[in-house]
């Protein structure tokens, strides 16, 4: 026989196949180690020209391949209705239902929460798509100001709806802090978790769309002090034991003064969170008199303390998708 009547006759076989023992015989006369059609016709291929071989030779190994998994899947189905028709032996051992678990991410998310409820901040939301205003004007950020090329900003077609606004996709939690300052008198203290975005280079410390925890703690007798205490108190809960932390004086247009908080890990610093007093202009500009009030604020990047948490070398395995790397998580 040749390749299409094999295939045609292997067709109409299988239509009329009603058990699974059928589908055994099917596979007996089609791919049987002695006389099955197809093993046939791949052991004649050896005396053919080399011309013919190399035609022949794959066409027989498809239709090999496209037998075998079509007669698989009808031994399957033969298989779970003969199962479906017997009855129920609750002696059996149940199937273990696969469960799924929360992303490692997610999870240091939740821990972070939990550590600052327990201090007494209270949870904030804010959107991810964010007006010009709040994530940069009302920073102390103005147009053309140099610092604006800190974040490299996606920004969006679309303008808001009702002031003609340029929108883009928040490039940190901090807008969060004015959102919340503009509706609420102090003294109070926020934590502010989010997604944000930057249009910047990937590499194993830097991701375009990663994770902040905003905090903002807001009274008549807030100091540097306070900070230290509070972010201490945070890092020795949250790792579990002392870490190596360096305070680094830094610039951010919020904040006066400004600082960088490293943690070192395998004998090197990483940059986990910017953080300072927040600026006179920026309480001026919510209508707090900066001389009765002031406060601290700091930005934590999510993924690097995942990264310290659980030894990643690499921020973009928490976007891949590999199963591999979040089961682990499990
Ligand atoms: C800020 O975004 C400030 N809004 C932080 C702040 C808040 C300062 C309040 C003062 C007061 P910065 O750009 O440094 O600062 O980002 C803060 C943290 O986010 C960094 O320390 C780092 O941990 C993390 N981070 C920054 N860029 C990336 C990135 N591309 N991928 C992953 N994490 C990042």
Redesign the pocket.
């Known amino acids: 026989m040749d390749l299409e009547s094999v295939k045609r006759s292997f067709y109409k076989d299988v239509e009329r196949a009603n058990t699974g023992d059928d589908i055994e015989k099917i596979r007996i006369a089609y791919l049987g180690r002695e006389k099955g059609h197809i093993t046939l016709i791949l052991r004649s291929i050896k005396d053919l020209s080399l011309e013919e071989k190399r035609v022949m030779g794959p066409l027989a190994n498809e239709l090999r391949q496209e037998i075998e998994s079509i007669l698989r899947i009808r031994q399957g189905e033969f298989h779970s209705l003969s199962r479906e028709a017997t009855t129920i032996d609750i002696t059996m051992p149940g199937e273990k239902a696969s469960l799924g678990h929360i992303h490692p991410l997610t999870q240091v998310e939740n821990d972070i929460q939990g550590i600052f409820k327990s201090l007494n901040f209270a949870f904030i939301d804010g959107p991810e798509i964010e007006k010009e205003h709040y994530n940069f004007d009302a ?1 102390n950020i103005p147009l053309h100001h140099p610092a604006r090329d ?2 490299d900003t996606f920004w969006l077609k679309t303008k808001s709806a009702n002031r003609n606004e340029r929108l883009l996709l928040r ?4 807008p969060v ?1 004015i959102r919340y300052m503009e509706t609420h008198k102090p003294p109070f203290q926020i934590i502010s978790p989010g997604r ?1 975005f ?1 249009f ?1 280079a ?1 590499d194993a ?4 769309n ?3 925890v ?3 703690m807001m009274g008549k007798s807030v100091s540097v002090a306070n900070f230290k205490y509070v972010i201490g108190l945070f890092l020795k809960q949250f790792f579990g034991k002392e870490v190596e932390v360096r305070f680094r004086p ?1 610039y ?1 247009p ?2 006066e003064p ?4 490293d943690i070192k890990i395998k004998n090197k610093w ?7 007093m ?1 600026h006179r202009k920026v309480l001026e500009g919510v209508n707090y008199d900066p001389e009765i009030w002031q406060g ?10 995942a990264m310290i948490k659980y030894n990643i070398h690499d ?1 973009r395995l928490f976007y891949s998708g590999d199963m591999r790397f979040i089961h682990q998580f499990n």
């Not at 490039?171 to 901090?174: A, D, E, K």
């Not at 990483?270 to 300072?276: C, D, F, I």
């Not at 601290?296 to 303390?305: I, K, P, S």
């Open positions: 920073l800190m974040w490039t940190h939690t901090s802090q944000v930057r910047e990937i410390t830097h991701e375009i990663f994770h902040q905003e905090g903002l830094s951010f919020f904040v400004g600082f960088e908080i990483l940059e986990v969170m910017g953080a300072g927040v601290f604020a700091f930005g934590l990047g999510l993924e690097r303390f921020v």
